[in-house]
């Protein structure tokens, strides 16, 4: 099992018509592997170093980056972690050395008993999700942009407008996680526990004739 400590929420909000301040969810699992989540802006850094600070954590003690996508919000710190492996949407590194792994063909990465990485491509078409058993047993997602934030479960323009690259996708990947997540971490707002209605809520939503 794994701790699943969330650092920072992340959030977003419209601060004019062309503008907006967001930040990403930052989190840290403690387990097998120290693996941190989607390291914010690069102007975060101290910011993440106290927190990791306060968990008892030095950046060289994390053995897993993992930024669900490539956009800026999400990768600014990954190279406070240089002891660690890098996964980057769908790309595995360490220094220069890459590892090709098939998530382009819907393959899950596993870091360990309790961790995993699955391909959830739609807000950008390399999208991941983190899949973890918690300490209390229950299964957490760390999803990104996956869900913008809990309230984009009843209106769908807030994940939209976010920006995706595969709407369709996207909407099937929402509901596949959905449906084995007990928690989401969202990419830009707090936690929140899924219900038997949301995951209807999220099925009726791509509807009958959508095609696969
Ligand atoms: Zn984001």
């Known amino acids: 099992m794994s701790e699943v400590i969330v650092l ?3 959030y977003s909000v419209m601060t004019g018509k062309d503008q907006m301040s967001a930040n990403c969810s930052c ?8 693996v941190i989540i989607d390291t914010m802006t690069a102007w975060d850094s101290q910011k993440i170093i106290t927190a990791l600070d306060r968990n008892n954590v030095r950046p060289e003690d994390v053995n897993y980056v993992i930024s669900t996508h490539g956009h800026s919000d999400h990768i600014g710190n990954n190279n406070l972690f240089l002891m660690a492996k890098h996964i980057v949407g769908f790309s595995v590194s360490f220094q220069d050395e890459y590892h090709m792994h098939p998530f382009d063909k819907g393959e899950e990465l596993r870091i360990d008993e309790n961790v995993k990485v699955v391909p959830t491509p739609g807000h950008t078409l390399s999208d991941v999700t983190v899949l973890v058993i918690s300490k209390q047993a229950t299964t957490v997602a760390m999803v ?3 869900f913008e934030k809990f309230e984009d479960i009843q209106n769908p323009s807030i994940w939209l ?7 369709v996708q996207q909407m099937k990947n929402r509901s596949k996680v959905a ?3 007990d928690w989401i971490v969202p990419g830009h707002g707090p ?4 219900t038997e209605q949301i995951r209807q809520t999220l099925k009726k939503q791509i509807g009958p004739d959508t095609p696969s």
Do not use: M, W
């Open 161 to 167: 407008e976010a920006g995706s690259e595969d709407p």
């Open 27 to 34: 989190t840290l699992l403690k387990g097998i592997h120290n």
């Open 8 to 10: 920072y929420d992340g």
């Open 179 to 181: 449906d084995i997540a």
């Open 191 to 194: 936690k929140f526990q899924v």
């Open 144 to 146: 990104g942009d996956l």
